[in-house]
Nanobody
Framework: QLVESGGVLVQAGGSLRVSCAASGFTTDDYAIGWFRQAPGKEREEVSCINPSDSYTYVVDSLKGRFTISSDNAKNAVLLQMNNLKPEDTAVYYC????????????????????WGQGTQVTVSS
């Protein structure tokens, strides 16, 4: 099971960290990805981490603002979002898959095995 948390209403330019906590498995054994879906838009990839070699990927448009990391003590993966913009408003979902290879620039093309319910991030202008 994956549970996202940390989504709130934040002003543009602010920072926010959302968390994806896993239960029933260890995040170290799975690739963990973050996706988001804005109202009226398709779901899009954001970032992912491959714990086997600490590989991380962030989509080009978000590099420099978004960072992904693991919190092994909490069996969670964190997404740090800085300098938030209104266009970052979306429901943020995390996903997990035992195949490490899914964490790549092609992460959106894979059918990730497990999904959380999402956490709403709203950025006001």
């Amino acid at each position: 099971q994956l549970v996202e948390s940390g989504g709130v209403l934040v002003q543009a330019g602010g920072s926010l960290r959302v968390s994806c906590a896993a239960s029933g498995f260890t995040t170290d054994d799975y690739a963990i990805g973050w996706f988001r879906q804005a109202p009226g838009k398709e779901r899009e990839e954001v970032s992912c981490i491959n714990p086997s070699d600490s590989y991380t990927y962030v989509v080009d448009s978000l590099k420099g603002r978004f960072t992904i990391s693991s919190d092994n003590a909490k069996n969670a993966v964190l997404l740090q979002m800085n300098n938030l913009k209104p266009e970052d408003t979306a429901v943020y979902y995390c996903a997990a898959d035992p195949a490490y290879a899914v964490c790549s620039p092609a992460m959106a093309k894979y059918n990730w095995d497990y999904w959380g319910q999402g956490t709403q991030v709203t950025v006001s202008s």
